[in-house]
């Protein structure tokens, strides 16, 4: 079985930065796309950041150029760090691991940029 473990997230005020990191344990045999969601109260979740073998998707809109996902193959772990945060940032933020057909999920933790 495959298990994601996310940590770091918080509250932080607007502009301040976090990192949230996912670690990945399990039957994992090879280089997975990993990446993060989000999804904030009311709202439909939302993919922020996704890498692959290949390389990283492109990211959401409204963090480009704040927001960036790092991996570190041999450890099965992804990291977001996430700069200049914006209140619209706040949600819970989920990491998940694609192998082939199935998909695993973390089990979130609340990021809230608030004053």
């Known amino acids: 079985q495959v298990q994601l473990v996310e940590s770091g997230g918080g509250l932080v005020q607007p502009g301040g930065s976090l990192r949230l990191s996912c670690a990945a344990s399990?039957?994992?045999?090879?280089?997975?796309?990993m990446g993060w969601y989000r999804q904030a109260p009311g709202k439909q979740p939302e993919l922020v950041a996704d890498t692959t073998a290949f390389g990283d998707k492109p990211y959401l809109d409204s963090v480009k150029g704040r927001f960036t996902i790092s991996r570190d193959t041999a450890k099965n772990s992804v990291h977001l760090q996430m700069n200049s945060l914006k209140p619209g940032d706040t949600a819970i933020y989920y990491c998940?691991?694609?192998?082939?057909?199935?998909?695993?999920w973390g089990q979130g933790t609340q990021v809230s940029v608030a004053s």
């Open positions: 399990g039957s994992i045999f090879g280089v997975f796309p």
């Open positions: 998940n691991l694609s192998i082939v057909a199935a998909i695993y």
